[in-house]
């Protein structure tokens, strides 16, 4: 099939070389020429485990472009994938998927069908505004299209995008004809053969399918932590109580890590969108939505007093943070917690040092020579007072805690606040141990 998919972002690029991978003819779109260039010869602007990879084996199924008649014309299916992100109210600024709604308009072709699917994470209005800006097209050029305008909201996680794309649990698609809905199970034909369910339902209902869902896996992570600074006052360990929590059938195993909170591009963006409808709409529950951010942020102030009861003042204190990325496995640090604790950090006057496998790019956009930085986690805890683990990456589950111990201060502070380590181990070693 002919696919256009418009925005190169990480959700662009999982789809359209996922899609690529499975034989599709697929053509990206994006207006930053960066990106564009760099995609053109075949290098991934971003971390995403095997993307790089799946981008030089598609090279002769995938075009990408600036031009955007190349990625709309002719085509059986568009996505729209471009940012959603959040303005200062929390309301979602549609002002992407606006633009792209007229460029799709002013490229069409007017004897072709074409399905068009948001996959950017946007309320249900957005699917109103795309036709809008579709139909004064229309109505401006004296033209008549053929096309459908549906919602199929991407659950990709990051860090695993590519096997959750090709491997997912269900495919929601909000559709209403039986034209589109036959061009997405061909589409999809062979996802659902390995088991993945496509479930059809209306464009509204998949647009909000999208936000319940992060709500409840937010609400998860945010509960964990929360039911951990409790078993922290009990001297009790999260970590076992969260697996017998998990086993529980009605709950499962997943998002039950404690952690420094929820980060990423998603998670805060969408509920605080979902908060801001629900406040328009003068419904009770945004105060419960509102609460799950607010909870969430309370875990760097958390961390931040276990330092002061530690250190007293953090003037010039050398503090190490292991992981900037928002998750282990990627290099986006959007929202992420560490970016947090560094400001926070800063604002103390604590002397920083970072080290993350993949995201010091991203890091050093943000902080340049605010901070320091590391080549590898043993350069960055010499000499240092803390050592605080932010992110989960393989490589911060196996430290040289001996090594690491003799090389830092006097009586060094600990954080470990993705539970990664044994409290009664970094004792014994002469680590004063801290964790969520
Ligand atoms: N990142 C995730 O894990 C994830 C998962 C599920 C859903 N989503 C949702 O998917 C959407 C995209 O997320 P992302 O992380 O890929 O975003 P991103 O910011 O990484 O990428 C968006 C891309 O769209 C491009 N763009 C913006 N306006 C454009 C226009 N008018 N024409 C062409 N290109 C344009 C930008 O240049 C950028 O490259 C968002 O709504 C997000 O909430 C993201």
Same mark, same amino acid.
Request: proline residues 4%; negative net charge; hydrophobic residues 35%.
């Given at each position: 099939?002919?696919?256009?998919?418009?925005?190169?972002?990480?959700?662009?690029?999982?789809?359209?070389?996922?899609?690529?991978?499975?034989?599709?003819?697929?053509?990206?779109?994006?207006?930053?020429?960066?990106?564009?260039?760099?995609?053109?010869?075949?290098?991934?602007?971003?971390?995403?485990?095997?993307?790089?990879?799946?981008?030089?084996?598609?090279?002769?199924?995938?075009?990408?472009?600036?031009?955007?008649?190349?990625?709309?014309?002719?085509?059986?299916?568009?996505?729209?994938?471009?940012?959603?992100? &959040?303005?200062? !109210?929390?309301?979602?600024?549609? /002002?992407? +998927?606006?633009? $792209?709604?007229?460029? %799709?308009?002013?490229? =069409?072709?007017?004897?072709?069908?074409?399905?068009?699917?948001?996959?950017?994470?946007?309320?249900?209005?957005?699917?109103?505004?795309?036709?809008?800006?579709?139909?004064?097209?229309?109505?401006?050029?004296?033209?008549?299209?053929?096309?459908?305008?549906?919602?199929?909201?991407?659950?990709?996680?990051?860090?695993? &995008?590519?096997? !959750?794309?090709?491997?997912?649990? /269900?495919? +929601?698609?909000? $559709?209403?004809?039986? %034209?589109?809905?036959? =061009?997405?199970?061909?589409?999809?034909?062979?996802?659902?053969?390995?088991?993945?369910?496509?479930?059809?339902?209306?464009?509204?209902?998949?647009?909000?399918?999208?936000?319940?869902?992060?709500?409840?896996?937010?609400?998860?992570?945010?509960?964990?932590?929360?039911?951990?600074?409790?078993?922290?006052?009990?001297? &009790?360990?999260?970590?076992?109580?969260?697996?017998?929590?998990?086993?529980?059938?009605?709950?499962?195993?997943?998002?039950?890590?404690?952690?420094?909170?929820?980060?990423?591009?998603?998670?805060?963006?969408?509920?605080?969108?979902?908060?801001?409808?629900?406040?328009?709409?003068?419904?009770?529950?945004?105060?419960?939505?509102?609460?799950?951010?607010?909870?969430?942020?309370?875990?760097?102030?958390?961390?931040?007093?276990?330092?002061?009861?530690?250190?007293?003042?953090?003037?010039?204190?050398?503090?190490?943070?292991?992981?900037?990325?928002?998750?282990?496995?990627?290099?986006?640090?959007?929202?992420?917690?560490?970016?947090?604790?560094?400001?926070?950090?800063?604002?103390?006057?604590?002397?920083?040092?970072?080290?993350?496998?993949?995201?010091?790019?991203?890091?050093?956009?943000?902080?340049?020579?605010?901070?320091?930085?590391?080549?590898?986690?043993?350069?960055?805890?010499?000499?240092?007072?803390?050592?605080?683990?932010?992110?989960?990456?393989?490589?911060?589950?196996?430290?040289?805690?001996?090594?690491?111990?003799?090389?830092?201060?006097?009586?060094?502070?600990?954080?470990?606040?993705?539970?990664?380590?044994?409290?009664?181990?970094?004792?014994?070693?002469?680590?004063?141990?801290?964790?969520?």
């Amino acid at each position: 099939m002919k696919i256009g998919v418009l925005g190169t972002g990480w959700v662009g690029l999982v789809t359209g070389n996922c899609l690529a991978n499975l034989g599709n003819d697929v053509s990206f779109y994006d207006i930053d020429e960066n990106k564009i260039n760099s995609l053109k010869n075949q290098i991934c602007p971003i971390y995403e485990p095997g993307l790089q990879e799946l981008i030089i084996k598609n090279k002769n199924k995938t075009t990408y472009s600036t031009r955007p008649d190349e990625a709309i014309k002719d085509k059986d299916i568009l996505f729209i994938t471009v940012g959603t992100p &959040a303005d200062e !109210d929390g309301c979602v600024d549609l /002002r992407y +998927i606006k633009q $792209i709604s007229r460029t %799709i308009g002013e490229n =069409l072709n007017p004897q072709n069908f074409c399905l068009i699917l948001n996959k950017s994470t946007s309320p249900p209005e957005a699917l109103d505004i795309i036709e809008e800006e579709i139909k004064e097209i229309e109505k401006n050029n004296n033209i008549k299209y053929d096309y459908e305008i549906g919602c199929c909201p991407e659950t990709l996680a990051e860090g695993t &995008a590519i096997k !959750d794309f090709s491997n997912p649990d /269900r495919i +929601i698609v909000g $559709i209403k004809s039986e %034209i589109a809905k036959g =061009l997405v199970q061909k589409l999809f034909r062979p996802y659902a053969l390995n088991q993945a369910e496509i479930i059809f339902i209306g464009p509204k209902e998949a647009s909000l399918a999208k936000y319940a869902s992060n709500t409840h896996l937010a609400a998860r992570v945010a509960i964990t932590n929360v039911i951990s600074q409790i078993a922290r006052k009990y001297n &009790a360990n999260t970590r076992e109580i969260m697996k017998a929590v998990g086993k529980d059938r009605r709950i499962g195993q997943k998002f039950l890590h404690p952690s420094l909170g929820f980060g990423g591009s998603c998670f805060s963006k969408d509920i605080q969108a979902l908060t801001f409808l629900s406040k328009q709409k003068e419904l009770p529950g945004s105060t419960l939505l509102q609460e799950i951010i607010n909870s969430n942020k309370s875990h760097t102030e958390h961390l931040i007093k276990d330092l002061l009861e530690h250190f007293n003042s953090l003037e010039n204190k050398k503090i190490t943070i292991l992981g900037t990325a928002f998750k282990a496995n990627v290099s986006d640090t959007r929202d992420s917690p560490a970016h947090r604790l560094i400001k926070i950090l800063l604002e103390l006057n604590a002397d920083i040092t970072v080290y993350d496998p993949k995201a010091m790019e991203e890091t050093k956009k943000e902080f340049g020579d605010k901070i320091n930085y590391a080549e590898n986690e043993n350069q960055a805890t010499e000499g240092s007072s803390a050592l605080i683990i932010a992110t989960e990456w393989d490589i911060f589950r196996s430290l040289d805690l001996p090594n690491i111990k003799n090389k830092m201060q006097e009586n060094p502070f600990f954080g470990d606040y993705r539970a990664l380590y044994n409290e009664k181990e970094l004792k014994d070693l002469g680590f004063k141990y801290y964790h969520v």
